[in-house]
């Protein structure tokens, strides 16, 4: 999940996922806000989110529907 704003502390290959995922998927990395909107316009709402173990930059997010 990206930060709101970038980060100077978090590594730039943490950035360079999302560029990956652009140019090859056609997708992007998420904020929070990103995922709160998207999963409300689906009708679910996020209740939780927690990084992956480790030093991954990665995150779950859980939702449920409203």
Known sequence: MLP??????????????DLN???N???????????????GRAG???TETAPLPGD???FYVEAKPV
């Open 44 to 46: 679910f709402e996020v």
């Open 21 to 23: 995922l652009m140019v």
């Open 4 to 17: 709101p704003t970038v980060d100077e502390q978090t590594p730039l290959t943490f950035y360079l996922s």
């Open 56 to 58: 991954t930059g990665y």
């Open 25 to 39: 998927t056609g997708g992007r990395e998420r904020t929070l806000a990103d995922f709160q909107q998207l999963l």
